[in-house]
């Protein structure tokens, strides 16, 4: 199963979990699969069936440009992250 | 494109120092930059900037300067399409370039006049009416989070992990990142340091001002020429304030004097459109003045920045909790989340929280500034470092090697580190030349700081022609900051296996290269320079394929190597030389493009020394010596990699001691000249010794790492390290200028 890493200011809504583990082929079944879950989860993720442009999505240590529709392998490490500014 | 690549290593032309090819072209003045366009019938145009920096405009009247003989056009908010239903960033990003209702800083554009001439446009300024209720005025970050400020921007929501409150707030977002548990962590700890740290807003401080000119054509194409970081950029920005198609606007790039981040927004570009376009189509140029540069394009962030750490007795780190506030100035988007990524970037440390808050103020809207945020949140953590390692009694960089992550640690984000050279870094450090010599004399310390920068992939395009003398002609997409246009020009000399010199290089503007990114995130070498290793890898297989020709065999009986074709059947040898003059009858031209997005860029570490002497009467602090030790992947071009380390020093040491922007109560900025506004000179400035560490990068064919940002972070740091340990204060405010030094000392004194 994909290991997520669950952002800091979401972890309210895993009652305090900061990994959770989740089977799910894609980061959007992953993000369905986590509001299934955790109520709440998927639009605070999401907005208009994409991934909010503050966040960034992490498989396996690189960040994704496919984001929603980035597949996983069953042992994936998912991260959401603050996207960085500046540059 | 392949992301697994093994960085090869014996190289031909990676590694050597060839002249740059725009070297003669400057400093005889023949290169061309944003001043040097002219254009038949060209008008100039300059901006009526708000003297207030917080005020609404209740009326603004054009007219009587329009009247003005020589006059041709004035613009202002109203000639900007309507952002009704626009998303709140393109709104600001067309207010910024003339306010609409509100100014939000000293210096905010009104309006804009075009003329025959710029001393007509200059008077004609002053015929423009403008009515102002002033407003109270905001510049302290903590102020403006008070929940009882005067709120800059009305529809201004404060955004939370997906959230959005429900009032109005100067607070656009709050960030945080964590792992483990904080408070468990504290309480194992023998010692902790808690401290508070403040940053002054600073100026990227790039010699040439901004500048542009515009064609609005009959047709509704858009042509511009200025000084920009990214040419796409400049399109993409000018599309969304104009409300145009990105097809209908080519922008031009020019050489550029400086950039350090400070030129990928835009400022006069959509002006100048705006005037050609109600100038009957007379192009129009607009050249910044230096204080217009200071008061009104994009500096970097003030700060406040809490920091608290603590260690086993053993020495190894055990939590860490930052509070980092960054001023965005008038308009959301500070680098407060690259400065929450850096601070506790270089050590392992397993209960961590990292809060970020951006924050609007009234000043210029923020824009990057090398490896910005990193600077600010560096100097806080690696202060606080410095103290505890005292406490510990521990040697700093024993410390380091202690607590530094190497391959494979997490970051406080959970985010695993690639391969990374920190400890071979801290390594060299210690057996660098100055750390060995001995600082004697009064007054006089040592101070070394870590530095970390996350660099950044990004797209990037580049497109190649061989010429009939075998000779290649490349068009890549990154403008040309420092060295950029060498060190990829010798990736694809490297991959043809062809000398340098066959390597023709020109920068293309929008209609001539596939899509960049701009020349940022110390990105060009790194990505633009996989995208020619790529275009290399297609030249080379149609190359092969005449030669196959010309053989009568098949392609793969054709090897090529070291700029030679060979038959594997008959074992003949053909130069590419001697193969290019055979295209016409082969086919025709061979070309290649290529455009690619890699995303394993690898961090960049470095540790910085400092040895300062202090003025005990004056507070003037004199830098004796510097060294800067960085991990730079693999060096393409090792002399201008030490450029970079000495440039991005140089711009810390000025951060760290002496550059600030100084408001009076009314929000209005004093020092808007380079005689007040104090950057570093060749006088304030010893050597700076560097020593390039080679860890390569398996996320790049060459083991390319970006080296530009990195160096820039740890400077103020080690600057304060050293001044502690030459007069006994700790310093906890950017820049340690003469006043702030002696104010530092009196208090000890009266302590």
Request: net charge negative.
């Amino acid at each position: 199963m994909a290991v997520v890493y669950v952002p800091s200011l979401l972890r309210s809504l895993t009652g305090g979990l900061a990994q959770v583990e989740v089977a799910a082929g894609s980061v959007r079944e992953l993000v369905d699969a986590l509001e299934e879950r955790y109520p709440g989860m998927g639009v605070r993720l999401c907005e208009d069936g994409r991934l909010r442009p503050t966040f960034s999505v992490a498989v396996d240590g690189v960040v994704s440009l496919k984001r929603l529709n980035q597949k996983l392998e069953p042992d994936s490490e998912v991260h959401f992250l603050p996207v960085i500014s500046g540059g | 494109m392949s992301d697994k690549q093994t960085p090869i290593k014996d190289f031909q032309v990676i590694g050597t120092s060839p002249l740059r090819p725009d070297a003669v072209d400057k400093v005889t003045g023949r290169a061309l930059f944003g001043d040097d366009v002219r254009l038949p019938g060209m008008l100039y145009g300059v901006v009526l900037r708000s003297p207030h920096s917080h005020a609404r405009i209740l009326s603004i009247d054009t007219r009587k300067a329009e009247a003005l003989p020589g006059v041709f056009g004035a613009v202002t908010a109203a000639d900007l399409p309507s952002f009704t239903d626009a998303g709140a960033y393109q709104r600001y990003q067309a207010e910024n370039a003339l306010a609409n209702q509100k100014a939000l800083y000293y210096g905010h554009p009104v309006a804009a006049v075009a003329a025959i001439n710029p001393h007509i446009a200059q008077e004609a300024l002053g015929l423009i009416d403008v009515t102002y209720e002033i407003l109270p005025v905001i510049l302290d970050v903590r102020q403006a989070m008070a929940e009882d400020a005067p709120i800059l921007l009305d529809d201004l929501r404060t955004h939370e992990a997906g959230s959005r409150s429900d009032h109005s707030s100067n607070v656009a977002s709050h960030e945080q990142t964590s792992c483990g548990d904080l408070e468990l962590g504290f309480s194992q700890a023998a010692f902790i340091v808690e401290r508070e740290f403040h940053t002054s807003t600073v100026h990227q401080g790039y010699i040439e001002p901004q500048n542009a000119t515009a064609q609005a054509h009959e047709d509704g194409q858009i042509t511009i020429w200025c000084s920009t970081q990214g040419a796409f950029g400049v399109r993409d920005q000018v599309a969304e304030i104009l409300r145009v198609p990105v097809s209908h606007i080519r922008v031009i790039p020019m050489e550029i004097g400086g950039g350090f981040g400070g030129k990928n927004n835009v400022y006069l570009e959509p002006l100048a459109a705006l005037l050609s376009r109600k100038c009957a189509h007379r192009p129009v140029k607009m050249i910044m003045g230096y204080d217009e540069v200071l008061a009104a394009t994009g500096p970097t962030s003030a700060s406040y920045i809490k920091v608290k750490i603590g260690a086993a007795a053993d020495g190894r780190l055990i939590a860490a909790q930052a509070v980092l506030c960054y001023a965005a100035g008038a308009y959301p988007g500070s680098p407060v989340t690259s400065g929450m990524d850096c601070i506790f970037a270089p050590y392992k440390i397993p209960h961590v929280q990292i809060d970020g808050y951006d924050v609007v103020v009234n000043k210029p809207r923020t824009a990057s500034y090398r490896a910005p945020g990193g600077t600010n949140a560096n100097f806080a953590g690696e202060v606080v470092i410095d103290e505890l390692c005292e406490k510990l009694g521990m040697d700093p960089l024993e410390f380091r090697l202690l607590n530094g992550v190497q391959t494979g640690d997490r970051k406080a984000d959970g985010m695993p580190l690639p391969v990374i050279g920190f400890h071979e870094v801290i390594q060299a450090a210690q057996q660098t030349p100055q750390l060995s010599a001995p600082l004697e004399g009064p007054y006089r310390g040592r101070g070394v700081a870590c530095g970390y920068w996350g660099n950044y992939g990004g797209t990037s395009s580049a497109s190649a022609s061989v010429n009939a003398d075998g000779a290649i002609s490349l068009v890549e997409g990154s403008v040309d900051l420092g060295s950029g246009r060498v060190a990829i020009a010798m990736q694809l000399a490297e991959a043809m296996e062809l000398p340098y010199q066959d390597i023709q290089t020109v920068v293309g503007d929008t209609a001539t290269v596939g899509y960049t990114e701009g020349t940022y995130g110390s990105r060009a070498t790194f990505a633009t320079g996989w995208a020619v290793y790529e275009l290399a890898q297609s030249l080379k297989g149609q190359l092969c394929e005449r030669a196959a020709l010309l053989w009568d065999v098949e392609p793969d009986q054709v090897g090529y190597g070291k700029g030679a074709f060979t038959n594997r059947v008959s074992a003949e040898s053909m130069s590419l030389r001697a193969l290019a003059s055979h295209m016409d009858e082969t086919g025709g031209p061979v070309v290649a493009s290529a455009s690619v997005h890699p995303s394993k860029e690898g961090p960049a570490f470095g540790v910085h020394i400092a040895d300062v002497e202090v003025d005990p009467e004056t507070g003037k602090v004199s830098v004796l010596r510097y060294t800067a030790v960085q991990d730079v992947g693999k060096a393409i071009h090792p002399i201008y990699v030490e450029g970079q380390i000495q440039g991005g020093v140089a711009q810390g040491i000025g951060w760290g001691m002496n550059e600030e922007y100084v408001y009076d109560e009314q929000g209005r900025l004093l020092n808007a000249s380079l005689l007040d506004y104090r950057l570093p000179t060749s006088l304030d400035l010893p050597m700076i010794e560097t020593v390039l560490v080679e860890v390569p990068n398996p996320g790049h064919p060459y083991g390319v790492r970006g080296v530009g940002e990195m160096p820039i972070v740890p400077p103020p740091a080690a600057l304060a390290n050293a001044i502690y340990r030459a007069v006994g204060v700790r310093m906890q405010i950017l820049p340690m200028s003469p006043p702030r030094i002696l104010e530092a000392l009196w208090e000890k004194e009266r302590n």
